[in-house]
Protein backbone atom coordinates (compact mmCIF):
# COMPACT_ATOMS: atom_id res chain seq x y z
CA UNK A 1 0.00 0.00 0.00
CA UNK A 2 3.15 2.50 0.89
CA UNK A 3 4.19 2.01 -3.00
CA UNK A 4 0.94 3.04 -3.88
CA UNK A 5 0.57 6.38 -2.38
CA UNK A 6 4.10 7.59 -3.05
CA UNK A 7 3.11 6.49 -6.65
CA UNK A 8 -0.40 8.95 -6.39
CA UNK A 9 1.67 11.66 -4.51
CA UNK A 10 4.16 11.70 -7.30
CA UNK A 11 1.26 11.98 -10.02
CA UNK A 12 -0.52 14.44 -8.17
CA UNK A 13 3.24 16.55 -8.26
CA UNK A 14 3.11 15.74 -11.97
CA UNK A 15 -0.06 17.50 -12.31
CA UNK A 16 0.40 20.41 -10.31
CA UNK A 17 3.61 20.77 -12.62
CA UNK A 18 2.01 20.32 -15.72
CA UNK A 19 -0.94 22.74 -14.70
CA UNK A 20 1.53 25.25 -13.87
CA UNK A 21 2.95 25.42 -17.18
CA UNK A 22 -0.09 25.74 -18.82
CA UNK A 23 -0.84 28.73 -16.22
CA UNK A 24 -0.99 31.77 -18.84
CA UNK A 25 2.09 34.55 -18.84
CA UNK A 26 1.32 37.91 -16.17
CA UNK A 27 2.65 39.83 -19.45
CA UNK A 28 3.87 39.53 -22.78
CA UNK A 29 7.84 40.12 -21.83
CA UNK A 30 6.83 37.03 -20.03
CA UNK A 31 5.53 35.07 -22.60
CA UNK A 32 7.40 32.50 -24.73
CA UNK A 33 7.69 33.18 -28.81
CA UNK A 34 4.99 31.96 -30.42
CA UNK A 35 6.42 31.70 -34.31
CA UNK A 36 9.95 33.06 -34.49
CA UNK A 37 11.61 30.86 -32.57
CA UNK A 38 13.62 33.43 -31.10
CA UNK A 39 12.08 35.81 -27.94
CA UNK A 40 12.43 39.11 -28.80
CA UNK A 41 13.34 41.92 -26.64
CA UNK A 42 11.05 45.05 -25.75
CA UNK A 43 12.26 47.76 -28.43
CA UNK A 44 13.38 45.45 -31.01
CA UNK A 45 10.50 44.87 -32.96
CA UNK A 46 11.29 45.67 -36.15
CA UNK A 47 14.24 44.64 -38.35
CA UNK A 48 15.17 46.31 -41.36
CA UNK A 49 17.44 44.87 -44.22
CA UNK A 50 17.86 47.31 -46.53
CA UNK A 51 15.37 48.18 -48.30
CA UNK A 52 12.78 45.37 -46.22
CA UNK A 53 11.35 46.72 -43.41
CA UNK A 54 9.50 43.89 -41.24
CA UNK A 55 7.33 44.43 -38.08
CA UNK A 56 7.60 41.99 -35.33
CA UNK A 57 5.25 43.04 -32.62
CA UNK A 58 3.86 40.35 -30.58
CA UNK A 59 0.18 40.22 -30.23
CA UNK A 60 -0.55 42.63 -33.41
CA UNK A 61 -0.56 42.73 -37.35
CA UNK A 62 2.54 41.79 -39.30
CA UNK A 63 3.59 44.17 -41.10
CA UNK A 64 6.03 44.30 -44.21
CA UNK A 65 7.50 47.42 -45.59
CA UNK A 66 9.45 47.78 -49.61
CA UNK A 67 10.66 51.15 -49.88
CA UNK A 68 8.70 52.70 -47.26
CA UNK A 69 5.48 50.90 -49.38
CA UNK A 70 3.25 48.36 -47.35
CA UNK A 71 3.47 44.90 -49.09
CA UNK A 72 0.77 42.64 -48.01
CA UNK A 73 1.72 39.27 -47.14
CA UNK A 74 -0.06 36.30 -45.44
CA UNK A 75 1.65 35.03 -42.22
CA UNK A 76 3.65 32.25 -43.97
CA UNK A 77 4.91 34.65 -46.64
CA UNK A 78 5.58 36.62 -43.93
CA UNK A 79 8.04 34.21 -42.17
CA UNK A 80 8.90 32.90 -45.28
CA UNK A 81 10.44 36.34 -46.09
CA UNK A 82 11.84 36.95 -42.89
CA UNK A 83 13.70 33.58 -43.23
CA UNK A 84 15.65 34.53 -46.12
CA UNK A 85 15.86 38.14 -45.12
CA UNK A 86 17.66 37.01 -41.90
CA UNK A 87 21.12 36.30 -43.39
CA UNK A 88 21.44 38.21 -46.72
CA UNK A 89 23.20 36.06 -49.11
CA UNK A 90 22.65 32.80 -47.66
CA UNK A 91 20.80 30.37 -49.26
CA UNK A 92 17.94 28.59 -47.19
CA UNK A 93 16.98 24.98 -49.01
CA UNK A 94 13.12 24.69 -48.85
CA UNK A 95 13.06 22.26 -45.90
CA UNK A 96 14.38 25.27 -43.99
CA UNK A 97 11.87 27.44 -45.21
CA UNK A 98 9.63 25.20 -44.42
CA UNK A 99 11.00 24.42 -40.43
CA UNK A 100 11.40 28.52 -39.87
CA UNK A 101 7.65 29.21 -41.49
CA UNK A 102 6.06 26.50 -39.34
CA UNK A 103 4.60 24.54 -42.30
CA UNK A 104 5.38 21.08 -43.46
CA UNK A 105 4.23 20.93 -47.39
CA UNK A 106 6.10 20.18 -50.42
CA UNK A 107 8.52 21.52 -52.75
CA UNK A 108 6.08 22.54 -55.12
CA UNK A 109 3.94 24.47 -52.62
CA UNK A 110 7.47 26.48 -50.99
CA UNK A 111 8.10 27.51 -54.97
CA UNK A 112 4.30 28.79 -55.26
CA UNK A 113 4.97 30.67 -52.27
CA UNK A 114 8.08 32.60 -53.53
CA UNK A 115 6.59 32.93 -56.72
CA UNK A 116 3.53 34.84 -54.89
CA UNK A 117 6.21 36.76 -52.59
CA UNK A 118 8.21 38.08 -55.82
CA UNK A 119 4.60 39.16 -57.46
CA UNK A 120 3.35 41.01 -54.13
CA UNK A 121 7.06 42.26 -53.83
CA UNK A 122 7.13 43.66 -57.41
CA UNK A 123 3.60 45.37 -57.03
CA UNK A 124 5.13 47.64 -55.16
CA UNK A 125 8.42 48.12 -56.86
CA UNK A 126 8.77 46.80 -59.91
CA UNK A 127 12.41 46.69 -60.39
CA UNK A 128 12.24 43.65 -57.22
CA UNK A 129 15.09 41.33 -57.52
CA UNK A 130 15.97 40.37 -53.79
CA UNK A 131 14.77 37.04 -53.87
CA UNK A 132 17.39 34.61 -55.81
CA UNK A 133 16.78 30.74 -57.21
CA UNK A 134 19.98 28.85 -57.05
CA UNK A 135 19.45 25.51 -58.87
CA UNK A 136 19.67 22.44 -56.89
CA UNK A 137 19.37 24.24 -53.51
CA UNK A 138 17.13 26.82 -52.57
CA UNK A 139 16.33 30.55 -52.60
CA UNK A 140 18.31 33.31 -51.12
CA UNK A 141 17.95 36.99 -50.24
CA UNK A 142 20.10 39.84 -52.09
CA UNK A 143 19.84 43.37 -49.69
Known sequence: ???????????VAIGFAAASCLAPPASAQEAPPLLGGE?????????PVGELQQEIARFQA??????????????????????????PGHVKD???????????VDDSTITSHVKRIRRKFQ???????????????GYRWNS
Open 62 to 87: HATEWSAKAVDLTLTEFWLVHSLARY
Open 39 to 47: AIAPGAEKS
Open 1 to 11: MRGLSAISAAL
Open 94 to 104: RESLMRDAHIV
Open 123 to 137: TVDGAFNAIDSVYGL
